[in-house]
C-alpha cells in the first residue's frame, strides 16, 4: 500500500539514497531541499521537490501541506561537522531544525517520525566496551560540538515522543557509499586515496556503514520502528590503513602504506584545521576528528537487526561501488581499475 514520505535533507549523501529506495518500493515521496542547491536535480522525476529551510518554519509550510493524507516524515536534514569550535549554523539546522520538525509533524498529525541521529550522540564508553542504545540523552555526557548537537536534539525528540508523536530514532555510524553529490569526508577519503594527493594515513579506524544499508534501515524503521526507541545502524570498524588496502585491490591505484602515529596527527591538527579553513577546503582531519578515530568504535547493531531485519554488506562492497560511482560522475579516472563497474 502506498503512503505519503516526507524526506528532509534530500539532496544530501543519506537523504537522496532513502529517497531513491522509496521510489524503487513505488512509495509517494515529498523532497525538501534548500534553495538553490544543484544535489536536488539527481533525484527521481517522480519525486515532488519543496524548496525551505529546516531553520526556518515558514518555508516548510507546503512541504507539511498533506491535508488528511497519512504521512511518514524522515528527518534526514543535518549538518556533519568536524570542525572543533562551536559553529552556529551547525546548532541552528541539527538542533532549533529538528525542533520545527517535531512541531510541524504535530501540528499537521503526521502519522511517523523517524529522526536521523547519530552514533555520535551516544556516550562513549571505555576502549573495547561494546556501545548500545541509550535512553537519555545530554550534551554534557558527550564530547565535541557536533555531538552536542545530536545528543541535544534527540533528547528533545524523545521528550516529544512521550507525548502524543510516534517517533522513532536512528543512529547510523560513518556513513560512506555512492551517491554523495556532494562532499563527504569519507567520499574526500576515497577521492585523496586514489588520486594520490595522500601521502599517508593515520593510525586509527572507525566504524564505517554503507549508506544504501542506513536507508534500507531507516525505511524499516518508518514501519517496524518502536514508538520511543532507537536503534543504532552501524557495521564494522575500518582501520584507515585498511581503507587504504581495500583501495588498492579494487582500483589498481598505488597503495597508501605509510601511517602516521596518532600523536603526531594530534599535534599537527590545529594547524591542518586552521590552513584549510584560510582555504576554503574540506580537512580531512581535525582535532575533533582525531579524537573520535581514537576512540572507542564498537557499536552493536544487534537490536536494529531484530527489530528492523537491519543487515549491513561487506566493507569492500561499499568503497568498490563508491569508487564505481564516482568514476562513473568523471569525479575520478581510474584507466585500470580491476573490478567491473558494479551497478549501484
Same mark, same amino acid.
Given at each position: 500500500?502506498?503512503?505519503?514520505?516526507?524526506?528532509?535533507?534530500?539532496?544530501?549523501?543519506?537523504?537522496?539514497?532513502? +529517497?531513491?529506495? &522509496?521510489?524503487?518500493?513505488?512509495?509517494?515521496?515529498?523532497?525538501?531541499?534548500?534553495?538553490?542547491?544543484?544535489?536536488?536535480?539527481?533525484?527521481?522525476?517522480?519525486?515532488?521537490?519543496?524548496?525551505?529551510?529546516?531553520?526556518?518554519?515558514?518555508?516548510?509550510?507546503?512541504?507539511?501541506?498533506?491535508?488528511?493524507?497519512?504521512?511518514?516524515?524522515?528527518?534526514?536534514?543535518?549538518?556533519?561537522?568536524?570542525?572543533?569550535?562551536?559553529?552556529?549554523?551547525? *546548532?541552528?539546522?541539527?538542533?532549533?531544525?529538528?525542533?520545527?520538525?517535531?512541531?510541524?509533524?504535530?501540528?499537521?498529525?503526521?502519522?511517523?517520525?523517524?529522526?536521523?541521529?547519530?552514533?555520535?550522540?551516544?556516550?562513549?564508553?571505555?576502549?573495547?566496551?561494546?556501545?548500545?542504545?541509550?535512553?537519555?540523552?545530554?550534551?554534557?555526557?558527550?564530547?565535541?560540538?557536533?555531538?552536542?548537537?545530536?545528543?541535544?536534539?534527540?533528547?528533545?525528540?524523545?521528550?516529544?515522543?512521550?507525548?502524543?508523536?510516534?517517533?522513532?530514532?536512528?543512529?547510523?555510524?560513518? +556513513?560512506?557509499?555512492?551517491?554523495?553529490?556532494?562532499?563527504?569526508?569519507?567520499?574526500?577519503?576515497?577521492?585523496?586515496?586514489?588520486?594520490?594527493?595522500?601521502?599517508?594515513?593515520?593510525?586509527?579506524?572507525?566504524?564505517?556503514?554503507?549508506?544504501?544499508?542506513?536507508?534500507?534501515?531507516?525505511?524499516?524503521?518508518?514501519?517496524?520502528?518502536?514508538?520511543?526507541?532507537?536503534? +543504532?545502524?552501524?557495521?564494522?570498524?575500518?582501520?584507515?590503513?585498511?581503507?587504504?588496502?581495500?583501495?588498492?585491490?579494487?582500483?589498481?591505484?598505488?597503495?597508501?602504506?605509510?601511517?602516521?602515529?596518532?600523536?603526531?596527527?594530534?599535534?599537527?591538527?590545529?594547524?591542518?584545521?586552521?590552513? *584549510?579553513? &584560510?582555504?576554503?577546503?574540506?580537512?580531512?582531519?581535525?582535532?575533533?576528528?582525531?579524537?573520535?578515530?581514537?576512540?572507542?568504535?564498537?557499536?552493536?547493531?544487534?537490536?536494529?537487526?531484530?527489530?528492523?531485519?537491519?543487515?549491513?554488506?561487506?566493507?569492500?562492497?561499499? +568503497?568498490?561501488?563508491?569508487?564505481?560511482?564516482?568514476?562513473?560522475?568523471?569525479?575520478?579516472? &581510474?584507466?585500470?581499475?580491476?573490478?567491473?563497474?558494479?551497478?549501484?
Amino acid at each position: 500500500m502506498s503512503r505519503l514520505y516526507l524526506v528532509t535533507g534530500a539532496a544530501g549523501h543519506l537523504g537522496n539514497t532513502v +529517497i531513491r529506495q &522509496l521510489c524503487e518500493a513505488g512509495q509517494a515521496v515529498r523532497a525538501l531541499v534548500l534553495p538553490g542547491d544543484k544535489a536536488a536535480d539527481e533525484l527521481p522525476p517522480q519525486v515532488q521537490v519543496f524548496r525551505g529551510d529546516v531553520r526556518s518554519k515558514p518555508s516548510m509550510e507546503l512541504f507539511f501541506n498533506i491535508g488528511n493524507q497519512e504521512a511518514t516524515v524522515i528527518h534526514c536534514a543535518g549538518i556533519v561537522s568536524i570542525a572543533s569550535g562551536f559553529q552556529q549554523a551547525v *546548532y541552528d539546522v541539527n538542533v532549533t531544525g529538528t525542533k520545527n520538525i517535531v512541531a510541524l509533524c504535530e501540528a499537521r498529525n503526521v502519522k511517523k517520525l523517524v529522526y536521523v541521529s547519530s552514533v555520535h550522540a551516544l556516550p562513549v564508553l571505555p576502549q573495547g566496551e561494546m556501545m548500545r542504545e541509550v535512553t537519555e540523552f545530554d550534551p554534557k555526557n558527550v564530547t565535541g560540538a557536533y555531538a552536542k548537537t545530536k545528543a541535544e536534539a534527540t533528547a528533545a525528540v524523545l521528550k516529544a515522543a512521550g507525548h502524543s508523536l510516534n517517533i522513532s530514532v536512528v543512529h547510523p555510524s560513518g +556513513i560512506c557509499g555512492p551517491f554523495d553529490y556532494g562532499s563527504s569526508h569519507t567520499t574526500q577519503l576515497v577521492l585523496d586515496g586514489c588520486t594520490g594527493k595522500l601521502a599517508a594515513g593515520v593510525k586509527s579506524g572507525f566504524d564505517f556503514v554503507d549508506v544504501r544499508d542506513v536507508a534500507a534501515g531507516i525505511i524499516s524503521c518508518c514501519q517496524e520502528g518502536r514508538a520511543g526507541e532507537c536503534y +543504532i545502524l552501524s557495521n564494522r570498524y575500518v582501520s584507515v590503513s585498511e581503507i587504504f588496502s581495500i583501495l588498492h585491490k579494487v582500483t589498481g591505484t598505488k597503495e597508501i602504506k605509510a601511517m602516521l602515529p596518532m600523536w603526531f596527527a594530534k599535534l599537527t591538527a590545529p594547524a591542518a584545521e586552521f590552513y *584549510y579553513k &584560510l582555504r576554503k577546503q574540506l580537512p580531512l582531519y581535525t582535532p575533533y576528528s582525531l579524537l573520535t578515530l581514537s576512540g572507542n568504535s564498537l557499536f552493536s547493531s544487534e537490536k536494529a537487526a531484530k527489530e528492523l531485519g537491519y543487515k549491513a554488506r561487506p566493507f569492500i562492497e561499499t +568503497i568498490a561501488d563508491t569508487a564505481s560511482w564516482l568514476v562513473s560522475q568523471k569525479r575520478l579516472s &581510474l584507466p585500470k581499475l580491476k573490478l567491473a563497474t558494479l551497478k549501484v
